[in-house]
C-alpha cells in the first residue's frame, strides 16, 4: 500500500530503529540548542553584571573570597542551630495544623468553642507577620513570667525565657496556621462520597475520620506541606531578633558589621540554599509523581 | 431472622425536603425478609434520596422508618449501630483510593464490627473470590475496571451480613459491557436470599432480579406490584408514561 | 538519554565556572586601605564652595533612625541636641556651613557601608574605627573614645561585682554592630555565649526582663540607661575596650571630603570645644569606677 511520496519498504530495512535513531538525533539536537541558549543568554546576564563599572565594588562587599574562606566555618556551625530548630518546629506545627483543622471540620455541637477558637487562632497567626510574632512572643512572654503580684510572688514564673524556645513557638504558632488551612482544604478536597462510604460501613465519625478522610488528605497535601516546610526553614533565621545565640543568620550580621562587608551574609544564604534546594526538587518529583496518578 | 410476617425495612409516610425542594412526599414501603424490592423512576425522582434515608444518611423530616420492628429515625438511636445491620453500595462504587482491594473489604469487618483478622480475612477474600476478584487482593482500586470496581463494592458492604442489603443504581456509571458482570453478583446475592432494595434505571436488572417493584414519582410510590406486571402492564399513566419513554431511549 | 544528561552537565559546568571567576579575591587591592595619611588641609580648601558634597552648598549627614539618647534628643538631629548631633553642627560651621545648610538623612546601620556611592556626606552613629572596616569606607579623625561599661539591675547577683573576674560566669546582652561584643569575649571572657539583639532599645528589654543578667553598652549609653530607661538598674563599672575604641564619621571610601572633615574634628579637638561638647551631653564619664 504505498501511497504517494513514501519509500517503498526494501527488504531488510528496520522501520523501528530508524525510528528511534531519529529520536535520539532529535533529543541530541535539542539538548544542544538548550545547552547553547542557556550558556549564551545566562553567560550573557553573566557578562553585562561582569563588565559592569559597579562589579569590583558589589564584588568585593558581597562576594570576596578571603572573607568567606574565614567567616564560613563560624556560619556553618552555627547553622546546625537552624536545622535542629527547623525540624523540631515542623513536628510541632505539622501535629498542631492537623488538629486546628480538625477542629474546624467536625461538626459536634459539644466542640463548638474550640471551633471557634481554631478559627480565630487561623485568622490571628496567619495575619501577624512573622517577625512580629517572633518580636512579641520573644520579648512579651518574658515580660509576663516577670508579673509580680502584691506579695511579691510571680505566678507565671513558669513560663519559658528562653529565646530559641520562644522563637520556636512564635514560628510553631504562625506555621501552624498556615499548615491548618492546607489540611482543612485537603480534608474537604476528600470526595463526601469517602465520608458516606465509610458511615455505611458502621464506621463512627472519628473512625472515618481516622482511616478514610484523613489519611487521604494527608496524601493530597503533601506537596503544599512540603512548601511551607521550605518557607519554615527561611523563617528559622528571624529567631535571632530576641536574642538567640550561635544561629547562622546572626553570626553572618555580627561578622558582617564587625568587617563592614556583606560576604558572610552570602555564606550564611549559601547554606539556605543548600537545604532549600533539595527539597524544592524533591517537592517537584513528588508533585509529578502524583500528577501521573 | 426476623419472625415471619413482620418487614425487616418499613417506612410510613418518609418526608424529605431539602431547603425548598420537597424529594420525598410520605413514603410508605415495606421490605420483607429475602425480598428483593426495585424503585423506579425518573432521575430526580427521591431514589438515592430515599436509600440514604433508610440508611441514616440523611436525616428524614417525617415520618418513622423501621428496621426489624425497631423505629431507627429517632433521634435516641444510635446511628451507628444502624448502620452497621445495614448495607449500601453506591453508584460511583466509592472505593477507598488508599486502600487495596483487600483492605476496602476489611475496613468495615475489623473497625465497623470488630471482627478478628484473621476472621476477617478469612471472609473477605472468600467473598472476593465468589464475585470473581480472587488474585485481585493486592491491587489497588484504581488498577480495576468499573465493573470489578463496583463487585469490590458490593462484596465490601455485603461481607458486613446486613439485615438488608441498599444498592444505589450500581451499574448506572458503568460502560454497557461491564454491566452483566455486576448484574451477575446481584443475581447471586439474591439466590442466596439476601434482603434487598435496588434503585435502578436498568428494567431488565428489575425484571430478572426483583420481585416487587416500585414506582417512584414527584416523592410518592405512585404505583406498586409485582415485577413482571408493573413493567409489561403497568396501570398508572404516569407509569405508563415513564416506562414508555424509557422504552424510546432503548432502555427498557 | 544520556548525552542529554551530559550536556546538561557540560552546561552547568561552564556556568559553574563562570561564577567562580565572578568571585574574586582582594588580594592584589592590599593597599586600598592604607592612605591613613591625611593631605595637609587648611580652612582654604574646606568651603562649601570647594567641598564636593552629594548636594552643592548643603552638608548631608546621616545617622540611624530612632536616633537614641544621648547622642541625639527626641529621636530629631535637627533640634542640635545630644552629643553627635552637637558635633555634626559643630563640624558643619567649622567647614562654612550655615546651620540652615545641613540637612539630615537617615541610614540604617547596616547600609551605611554598602558598596558603591551615597547619598550622604558623612555618617555619624556610633561607629568604631577598625582596621577591617577601613578597607570598605573612609572614617574621619575619632570625635570619641568610648569605654564599655557593665550594666545590671540593682538587685542582680552581679550588681556589685569589682572586677571583671567576678563576671566570668554572667550571660550578657549586647547590641549587633557595636565593639560591645568584641569588649565582652575578648576582655571578659565570659563562660556563656552573650545574646546579640537588633538594636538599644531590645537590650534594655532583654535587661529589664531578666532575660539576660547584665548588659554592655558604651559608657554614655550606660549614663542615660541607667537614669532614664532603667532606674533599677545601676552601672556596674567600665572597662577599655580592646585596642581603645575610637568614634569617627564614616564616608564613602575615598571621599574628597574626608580630610577636611577630619581637619574640622582635630580643629574642633585643639580648641577644646569638643571636650566642651562632651562635657555639656556625655558628663560622669569619671564618675563610674573602673573594672579591671
Known sequence: MAEAGSKSLEPGRDRRSERAAARRARALRGGAVAAVSSVVFLGGIAALILTSPGWPLVRDSFFDAEVFADSFPGIAKAFWLDVRVFLIVEVVVLVLGLIVALLRTVRAPALFPLR???TVYVDVFRGIPVVLLVYMVGFGVPALALGETADGSRPLSWLPTEPVVLGGIALALSYGAYVAEVYRAGLNSVHRGQRDAALALGLTEAQALRHVIIPQAVRRVGPPLLNDFIALQKDVALIAIIGVTGEAFREAQIESSRIFDYTPLVAAALLYLLVTIPLARLLDRWERGRARN | MSPAGRPVLELRGVTKAFGELEVLRGIDLEVHEHEAVALIGASGSGKSTLLRCIDLLEEIDD???????????????DAVSVRRRLGLVFQAYNLFPHLNVLDNVLLGLVQGHGMGRAEAERRARELLARFGLAGREGDDPDRLSGGQQQRVAIARAFATRPRALLLDEVTSALDPELVGEVLQAVRDLKVEGVTMVLATHEMSFAREVADRVCFLHEGRIVESGPAEKILSAPERPETQRFLRR???AGRA | MSSLRHLSALTLAVLVALFAVACGDDGDDADVGAEETTAAVSAEDCTPEKLETVKPGVLTVATDSPAYPPYFIDDDPTNGKGFESAVAYAIAEKLGFAREDVEWTVVPFNASFAPGPKDFDFDVNQISITPKRAKQVDFSSPYYVANQAVVALKDSPVANASSLEELKDTKFGVQIGTTSLDAVEQVIQPSQE????DNSNDVVTALKQEQVEAVVVDVP???????VQ?????????????GGDEWGALLEKGSPLTDCVSWAIDSLRESGELAEIEREWISEKANAPVLE
Not at chain 2, 415520618?63 to 438511636?77: A, M, Q, R, Y
Open chain 3, 230 to 242: 532603667v532606674p533599677k538598674g545601676k552601672i556596674v563599672g567600665q572597662f577599655s575596650a580592646p
Open chain 2, 246 to 248: 424509557l422504552l424510546e
Open chain 1, 116 to 118: 471557634l477558637l481554631a
Open chain 2, 63 to 77: 415520618g418513622d422508618i423501621f428496621l426489624d420492628g425497631e423505629v431507627i429515625t429517632d433521634p435516641s438511636v
Open chain 3, 194 to 197: 552573650p545574646s546579640v539583639f
Open chain 3, 221 to 227: 549609653t550606660a549614663f542615660y540607661l541607667t537614669a
